[in-house]
């Protein structure tokens, strides 16, 4: 069965310095969504794409924040400089076109530790 | 901003009893979904109930939507140990605006 595969897993950095999460949806999807979890909380919108264009950005820090997917399939999100509060579960999510009606289907998230 | 709110936080059941989540929402919605989160993983998807659907069955899995009081509820029937995980609400198309969860434990 076909996943959403993200990559590292785990990152743990100090304050100041920059990170990077990889991601690759399911082959075939169009649209692509990174949402951030604080722990004990429900995830929250970072940023959705619809192929290589971005659909909405509106929650996403962008004086330390990016995100590209320059050629419609994988996905970047950096964060530069990491802050303390950026200590969260990022997750990867991918449906298939119809981003109303479709499935969204999850990675398996990068735990990030800001020390 | 979160959009819904589950009940309760926590829930703690034993094996083969039924486990009921609640959720309220906010604003008008399309559909309304429900995933599960196992410890440090990623989301899995449930169910997905219509606006003009009252119920719907998966499995062992109930769900039911009260549009006129914004809520919902996911019934999980003769629960297992490895139902034990977060189940949260979410609302909206493309943009998934979750709840809290609630943290299903059941024991075996």
């Known amino acids: 069965e076909a996943e959403v595969a993200q990559s590292p897993r785990y990152k743990i950095t100090e304050k100041s310095q920059a990170v990077a999460f990889w991601c690759d949806p399911i082959?075939?999807?169009?649209?692509l969504y990174w949402y951030r979890q604080i722990l004990g909380q429900g995830p929250e919108l970072l940023v959705q794409?619809?192929?290589?264009?971005?659909?909405?950005d509106s929650q996403l820090p962008k004086d330390r924040f990016s995100a590209e997917r320059l050629k419609g399939v994988d996905s970047t999100l950096k964060i530069q400089p990491a802050e303390l509060g950026d200590s969260a579960m990022y997750l990867c999510?991918?449906?298939?076109?119809?981003?109303?009606?479709?499935?969204?289907?999850f990675g398996p998230g990068t735990r990030l530790t800001v020390l | 901003s979160q959009q819904g709110e589950e009940d309760p936080q926590a829930l703690s059941i034993q094996e083969g009893e039924n486990a009921t989540m609640n959720c309220s929402y906010k604003?008008?919605?399309?559909?309304l979904q429900w995933y599960r989160q196992n410890s440090g993983r990623g989301l899995v998807h449930l169910i997905l109930?219509?606006?003009?659907?009252r119920e719907k069955h998966s499995g062992r899995l109930r769900v039911t939507l009260d549009t006129s009081k914004k809520s919902s509820s996911l019934l999980i029937t003769a629960s297992r140990a490895a139902d034990t995980a977060s189940y949260f609400c979410?609302?909206?198309?493309?943009?998934?605006?979750f709840g809290q969860g609630t943290e299903l434990s059941v024991k075996p």
């Open positions: 794409f619809q192929d290589e264009s971005v659909v909405d």
């Open positions: 604003t008008s919605i399309n559909n």
């Open positions: 109930i219509r606006s003009n659907e």
């Open positions: 082959s075939g999807h169009a649209t």
């Open positions: 979410a609302t909206g198309g493309g943009k998934l605006i």
């Open positions: 999510a991918s449906s298939l076109r119809d981003y109303n009606t479709d499935t969204q289907y």
